[in-house]
C-alpha cells in the first residue's frame, strides 16, 4: 500500500463535512489527478464508503438545484465541479447532531479541484456561479424517487446567504420552487 497521502481532508463547521483536495500534478502540458481512490479517499477519511452511482449535471448561470435529500435511502455524497463555479449548500437534517438546522456553503469550481462528502442525512443544492457548470457526484446509494425530499431552497428558518447579485432571481424547476418548509420536512 502507498503510504504517501494524495489527498488533503479538511474538517468544516457540519461533523462529517469533509472538504477533500486532490494532489494534482502538473507540467508543461497540463495537469493530472486522480479524482477519486477508494483506498486513498478510505486512508484520508477514515471512510469505507461505497459509491453505485454517478451523477453529471449541467447548469446554466443562476440556475439553483435543491436542497434534496431521500429519506428511506438517504445518499452521502461525493461532489466536485469539472467545468465553472458553484456555490455548494448543504443543510443538517440529523436530530442528534450538534449543527442540526444548521446550514454550511463552499464554493466549488474546475481551478481549485476541491471536492464535498456529504454523509446521509443533509440536504444539499448548489447555485451555479458561472456561464455554465458541469457537477460530478456519487452517490452511495441509488436514486430512490418514492423517499426523495426537496427542502425549501429560501426557508425563512434557514436563511442560507445565497450569493445572487441584487435584483437576480435563481432559476429554479417547479420541484425546487414547491421545496418543503423546514417545518413540514421529514428529518432523520
Not at 507540467?27 to 451523477?55: H, I, K, P, Y
Not at 474546475?110 to 443533509?122: A, C
Not at 435584483?167 to 413540514?184: E, R
Request: charged share 20%; glycine share 6%; aromatic share 12%.
Amino acid at each position: 500500500m502507498n503510504t504517501q497521502l494524495k489527498l488533503q481532508v479538511t474538517s468544516t463547521p457540519i461533523p462529517d463535512v469533509l472538504i477533500i483536495e486532490s494532489k494534482i500534478f502538473s507540467d508543461e502540458r497540463g495537469w493530472f489527478t486522480e479524482s477519486f481512490n477508494a483506498q486513498d479517499f478510505s486512508v484520508a477519511t477514515g471512510l469505507n464508503v461505497e459509491f453505485v452511482q454517478d451523477n453529471h449535471s449541467f447548469s446554466h448561470q443562476w440556475t439553483l438545484r435543491g436542497l434534496h435529500y431521500q429519506t428511506e435511502c438517504p445518499q452521502g455524497k461525493l461532489v466536485r465541479v469539472v467545468a465553472g463555479r458553484i456555490f455548494d449548500v448543504v443543510v443538517d437534517l440529523r436530530k442528534d447532531s450538534p449543527t442540526y438546522g444548521k446550514w454550511l456553503g463552499s464554493e466549488l469550481d474546475s481551478q481549485h479541484h476541491r471536492q464535498l462528502w456529504i454523509p446521509e442525512g443533509l440536504a444539499h443544492g448548489f447555485l451555479a456561479l458561472t456561464e455554465t457548470v458541469e457537477v460530478l457526484y456519487k452517490t452511495t446509494d441509488y436514486f430512490h424517487p418514492q423517499s426523495e425530499n426537496c427542502l425549501a431552497w429560501n426557508d425563512p428558518h434557514i436563511n442560507i446567504e445565497w450569493p445572487l447579485p441584487e435584483g437576480v432571481t435563481p432559476n429554479v424547476n417547479a420541484k425546487d420552487a414547491a421545496g418543503l418548509l423546514w417545518d413540514f420536512a421529514p428529518k432523520f
